[in-house]
């Protein structure tokens, strides 16, 4: 048992201090590995550096590079409009030429004209100049000409004066033309009124002579009716008297009375 035991305990103290050699050896590989492990993490982040030294690098020259693209642009932009600018005023400047040259060639176009005037006009020069040395009251042409001038001046105020009374005129007229057709229209309207006025006044004329003929035979009939009954009083009255009727008395019957005398 003692052997047994023995070579238990000899056993564990192998396991034992193999573990410990194999605890050793992963201690080792483990160190081994952390050393490398931080190399490695000391390179990439030295590259990580480097890298982002490059980028700011890059994106430095990238700004440099497009601040340069964007002055580069603007010169040629301003190249550009300068250019163009100077384009415009050549030809600003060209047109100018070619309005001065028109210009020029139109003046000496009314230069020969008023040439041609002043020497188609200069016998009336002349003729003026020998209207002077008559005798006239005038000093000079300048004198003959305001004078000339003031009557064609004057002319023309008759003659504007005239045109205005003409025009006056003609309204007038066309005034008087419709105040006649008013008055004629009212004189018309009068006209019917009073037409319409006498064929009342002849109706009314009409119809009193009808109430007038009426009125006489009435009249007429009213005679003829009191001549009969002044007859029949008459023949009663007589008849009464023939029969010995008394009238005129107390005892007797009037002699208007003529029913009285009747039922006698």
Request: charged fraction near 35%; aromatic fraction near 4%.
């Amino acid at each position: 048992n003692v052997s047994v035991q023995e070579e238990n305990v000899c056993s564990g103290v192998t396991r034992l201090l193999e573990k410990r050699r194999h605890m050793k050896h992963v201690d080792g590989v483990l160190r081994t590995q952390r050393q490398e492990f931080e190399v490695k993490r000391q390179s990439v982040r030295q590259r990580q550096d480097e890298l982002k030294k490059k980028e700011d690098n890059l994106k430095d020259s990238l700004l440099k590079f497009d601040k340069f693209l964007k002055e580069n642009d603007a010169k040629r932009a301003r190249g550009v409009k300068k250019a163009e600018s100077e384009r415009a005023v050549l030809r600003e400047r060209e047109r100018e030429l070619e309005r001065l040259n028109t210009d020029s060639a139109a003046l000496l176009v009314n230069k020969e004209k008023l040439e041609e005037r002043v020497e188609r006009f200069r016998v009336y020069s002349e003729f003026l100049h020998t209207v002077l040395k008559t005798g006239t009251k005038f000093e000079d042409v300048g004198q003959l000409v305001s004078r000339f001038e003031t009557l064609m001046s004057t002319r023309e105020q008759l003659l504007r004066r005239q045109s205005e009374m003409e025009t006056q005129r003609e309204r007038d007229r066309l005034e008087l033309r419709r105040y006649v057709s008013e008055q004629n229209s009212v004189l018309l309207q009068h006209s019917n009124t009073l037409s319409q006025l006498q064929a009342e006044l002849d109706n009314a004329v009409t119809h009193t002579l009808a109430q007038e003929s009426s009125w006489t035979q009435t009249q007429a009939a009213a005679v003829t009716d009191t001549h009969q009954l002044s007859q029949i009083k008459v023949a009663t009255l007589n008849l009464y008297h023939m029969t010995g009727g008394i009238s005129g008395r107390d005892e007797g019957v009037d002699v208007d009375d003529t029913e009285e005398q009747l039922d006698r």
